[in-house]
């Protein structure tokens, strides 16, 4: 570190207590850094052992007598010969003033603040209290969206309960006849069932493919390869040893590996489809195959299903064949309400649907996702 002779201002090391410039005895001047030198590096550390130790010694110490600066090691002054710490020593409480001076008296509690500090301080609090103020509204704007979104959600997809009346009907009622008859069918070997007769093979066929190395052929990748070494410096910690020298750690050089991405070559197989036959088969099959379909609809008349001699059960079958037959139902209902929205509602049965007929009123459920439900059913 450095000081500044108080009688000549020449900048002196701080390892001389002893101006190097007019001889006058360092007393008490304060040590400060050399310019640019705040943050030392590695390169201006001392290193000289005689130096270190003066580093590592201790604060130094003021005389109570004369006031000169002595090191931490010295038992008495170097300078007038007082011993170190004596109160009865002339001097020693004038010294013990200066060294102890207060903090200027700007700073003192008690003091009054200049139009400045009051600007300042003023400015600050009007800042803070402008970004209470905005965060507030931010999150008051924040709430009431997401309230209205949720209130949203809910108006959409919430269910009502409401009067309605029947205002349209309609019905279907389909037979499905099934016969069971002999087919033709083809296919490979494993998808021919264990019944199949009159079982023929016709020629070869492309069944799948499959993948086989035809050669190879030549591609390009890349591979992350060391190429050098990033290096950065540490940064510089230091605490003032208060008697002219610092102490401080870092200011390391620290190197990691750098890669670098290189582009290489290498032969890779190369695969082609090749089709794989085989046999194709052709056969006949006892199956139920469905022959005719039979609906009848309405909207106003009762519900009704083909009859009997519509169907024709059994109507053409040849020498081992039979027939089947299924039945399938649709009911629908429309209801309205006052304002003439209509919702539509499937009853499960025919007894349902009979229980609806036009007209009828009824208290019903509805909503955008779900269907239409029946509250009362009187």
């Known amino acids: 570190m450095r000081w500044r002779c108080g009688a000549c201002h020449t900048e002196n090391l701080g390892r001389h207590k002893r101006c190097q410039h007019c001889t006058k005895v360092k007393d008490v001047e304060k040590f400060y850094d050399a310019p640019e030198t705040a943050t030392p590096s590695v390169e201006q550390a ?3 052992p005689e130096l270190i130790a003066l580093a590592t010694a201790g604060a130094d110490w003021a005389c109570g007598y004369c006031r000169v600066a002595q090191r931490a090691g010295n038992e008495e002054c170097s300078n007038c ?13 004038v010294v013990q003033e200066v060294l102890n001076a207060p903090e200027p008296a700007a700073r003192r509690e008690g003091v009054p603040m200049t139009l400045a500090d009051v600007a300042a301080r003023a400015t600050k609090e009007v800042d803070a209290n402008e970004a209470r103020r905005k965060r507030k509204w931010q999150l008051a704007v924040a709430a009431v969206v997401a309230l209205g979104g949720v209130l949203g959600i809910w108006l959409i997809f919430r269910s009502r309960v409401l009067e309605a009346r029947v205002v349209q009907r309609a019905w279907e009622h389909t037979v499905v006849v ?20 009159d079982i023929v093979a016709a020629g070869e066929r492309a069944h799948h493919t499959e993948q086989v190395q035809d050669g190879t052929e030549r591609e390009s990748y890349t591979e992350s390869v060391a190429c050098g070494e990033d290096c950065t410096t540490t940064s510089v910690s230091c605490t ?10 870092g200011g390391d050089r620290v190197c990691s590996t750098r890669y670098c991405s290189e582009t290489r070559y290498r032969d890779v197989p190369r695969y082609k489809s090749v089709p794989v036959y085989r046999t194709w088969y052709k056969w006949r099959v ?18 009704r299903w083909p009859s009997d001699a519509q169907v024709r059960l059994g109507a053409g079958s040849g020498p081992g064949e039979k027939e089947r037959a299924r039945r399938e139902a649709k009911y629908e209902v ?12 499937r009853p499960q049965d ?9 007209g009828a009123e009824r208290t019903i459920r509805v909503g955008r996702t779900q269907e239409t439900e029946i509250v009362n059913d009187e």
């Open 334 to 345: 429309t209801f309205a309400d006052d304002e003439e929205e209509e919702y539509p509602y």
């Open 350 to 358: 025919l007894e349902a649907f009979s229980a609806l007929p036009m």
């Open 46 to 48: 001392v290193t000289e």
């Open 286 to 303: 006892w199956q139920w195959k469905v022959a005719r379909v039979l609906h009848e609809k309405g909207t106003t008349e009762a519900p």
């Open 81 to 93: 010969g007082a011993p170190r710490n004596d109160p009865e020593h002339p001097g020693t409480a």
């Open 240 to 249: 003032e040893n208060e008697n002219g020298f610092k102490t401080c750690s």
């Open 178 to 197: 099934e016969r069971y008859q002999i087919v033709s069918r083809e296919s490979f070997v494993e998808d021919r069932p264990e019944d199949a007769f």
